[in-house]
């Protein structure tokens, strides 16, 4: 049974930072893409960040490229989000997904970033 189950979100101020992971579980995580998707209230989904190639490889959305870093481990099976200069357009539901190589699609429940002065 695939789970992945993201932790680390909560309330910042403008200008501060979190870290958001997601441990995953049930699938063969070193050969799958990572990625970060995040959901405004009223908005569509959108692309954040990605990790893949085992990690040698990342990929971010404009906004958050200088600001945002993916990362894995392997050993532990989980991803992260390093997120710094939180501004009030990163406030979002934040979400792991995984992409097998068998391109089987899965997502976490999401984690809620605030970000409020």
């Known amino acids: 049974q695939v789970q992945l189950v993201e932790s680390g979100g909560g309330w910042v101020q403008p200008g501060g930072s979190l870290r958001l992971s997601c441990a995953a579980s049930g699938f063969t995580f070193s050969t799958a893409a990572m990625s970060w998707y995040r959901q405004r209230p009223g908005q569509v989904r959108e692309f954040v960040a990605s990790s893949f190639n085992g990690g040698r490889s990342t990929n971010y959305e404009n906004s958050v490229k200088g600001r945002f870093t993916i990362s894995r481990d392997n050993a532990s099976n989980t991803v992260y989000l390093q997120m710094n200069s939180l501004n009030f357009e990163d406030a979002a539901v934040y979400y792991c997904?995984?992409?097998?190589?068998?391109?089987?699609?899965?997502w976490g429940k999401g984690t809620l970033v605030t970000v409020s002065s």
């Open positions: 997904n995984a992409q097998t190589i068998s391109d089987h699609d899965y």
